[in-house]
């Protein structure tokens, strides 16, 4: 989240609502937008510990440096924990990472455009800092408690929360980095297709963008540890949602299970008020131990849709979850994957067929596997990496059919090209980097940060 909430708006008084809020997100396809958002690591350069919050080279330092470029600092208790300007903003998750919530733009090629302003201005700041940053699923080196953390009051309710669910909660928190894409739906029906198709490939996801082998200076034995932290970070908010493949998935359905979700908190006068463990179906009744007597606000209903962290989460549109951070490439590669899969209707269609026999089981498998073997993770009678080629070309008929075209005539589909080329090898990056590691590296981790950094 860039900014502390606004606790505004009359009391919920009926749980249609909390339905008609998720409803309101349906739109015609000539204004469906694309959403991309990335994390990345801050590092001293010289020492490569990760950025504390102060200091001459801290994460602050870096958020006031980012104004000259027209930024407007979001305060929380008077330290600046977030920019914005137009409608994106930049933020920090826990450990410092420093995240960009992209504009909701029309175009794979607006996207490119953005992300590659971003970092060039991220860049100048950082170099005049002595910091670096670099795009990892894990961070490959620091311990849990070598890493900083950032002063957020939801933060602080979370950090005592999580041990009580799972035993990588905290890690999560603190050194983990995705990128992810948000994307819109017309109706109910093509809202659940797109969950169905977005859950059930997001295993391809996670496997073509599979960047975090390295735990604490080691090969940690996955491929995307960090796809493997999300497996014991709470399984009250976590994992692939069985239900949504169910007959009578749709918004109401979706809403009981956010309702059965425990809260974190609740935001009122500029403070986080801690509600952890207790329930939203007891606020709506005015029975919350944390506000006894009251009842919600619409705010408090889009906060609690913020905490919880399926692979793919439905709020006024959908999230794909699934990845890791990578290189500037791969932050253009992830929205043009989901939109040549989801926003055309033949490609939507080929691709829902694709998946539409798969089983429960399977889907549970594909997920805890996939974080360990990447591409080569059994699936019937091959592998995902025949999953992945078949989603790949899906995914670029999708977006010929698209047909946005940029200044100088290309379509989408040259953002593809780099996942092309990991199907077409057949390897995931987290295995070209653990080739280096036991070549070129000789065991040094810190040669990732100098050969991987932006």
């Not at 198709?197 to 995307?224: H, I, R």
């Amino acid at each position: 989240m860039a900014a502390p909430p606004t606790s505004q708006g009359a009391p919920i008084e009926d749980r249609r609502q909390l339905v008609e809020f998720l409803e309101a997100g349906c739109k015609p396809p000539e204004d469906w937008r694309i959403g991309t958002e990335h994390e990345k690591f801050v590092f001293h350069l010289d020492t490569l510990e990760s950025a504390p919050y102060e200091g001459s080279w801290g994460i602050r330092a870096l958020l006031e440096g980012l104004t000259r470029f027209g930024w407007e600092p979001v305060l929380e208790n008077g330290n600046p924990i977030a920019l914005a300007k137009s409608d994106c903003n930049i933020s920090l998750e826990p450990g410092g990472q420093l995240e960009l919530s992209g504009a909701p733009l029309e175009t794979i090629h607006q996207t490119c455009d953005e992300v590659h302003t971003h970092l060039a201005e991220v860049k100048e700041v950082a170099g005049e800092l002595g910091v670096g940053l670099v795009g990892l699923g894990f961070h490959p080196r620091a311990k849990r408690d070598d890493i900083p953390w950032m002063p957020k009051g939801r933060y602080k309710i979370m950090r005592d929360y999580m041990p009580k669910k799972g035993s990588l909660g905290l890690d999560m928190m603190v050194r983990t980095c995705t990128v992810q894409v948000n994307l819109d739906f017309e109706s109910e029906l093509d809202m659940v297709r797109k969950m169905r198709v977005g859950l059930a490939l997001q295993p391809v996801a996670t496997a073509l963008f599979a960047n975090s082998p390295f735990v604490e200076g080691k090969p940690s034995g996955y491929y995307s540890y960090r796809s493997h932290v999300w497996e014991d970070t709470d399984p009250d908010r976590c994992g692939i949602l069985p239900f949504v493949f169910e007959d009578g998935m749709g918004f109401e359905r979706y809403v009981d299970y956010v309702l059965d979700v425990p809260m974190y908190f609740v935001y009122r006068d500029g403070t986080y008020i801690d509600a952890s463990g207790q329930s939203f179906r007891d606020f709506l009744a005015g029975r919350l131990p944390a506000l006894p007597g009251e009842k919600p606000m619409m705010s408090d209903w889009a906060d609690h849709l913020t905490t919880l962290f399926p692979e793919v989460r439905l709020k006024r549109y959908i999230e794909m979850r699934g990845a890791d951070g990578g290189p500037w490439r791969r932050l253009c590669a992830l929205p043009a994957l989901w939109v040549g899969l989801l926003y055309d209707g033949a490609a939507l269609d080929a691709a829902y067929d694709l998946i539409a026999d798969w089983t429960i089981g399977e889907h549970h498998r594909l997920r805890h596997e996939t974080s360990i073997e990447a591409l080569k993770t059994p699936f019937r009678e091959g592998t995902l990496l025949d999953v992945a080629r078949e989603a790949l070309r899906i995914a670029h008929d999708g977006l010929r059919a698209r047909a946005r075209l940029d200044r100088v005539g290309d379509n989408e589909t040259g953002y593809l090209s780099i996942l092309d080329d990991i199907v077409r090898r057949g390897s995931c990056p987290a295995e070209y980097k653990l080739e280096r590691y036991h070549g070129a590296w000789a065991g040094d981790i810190d040669r990732v940060f100098e050969e991987f950094a932006y």
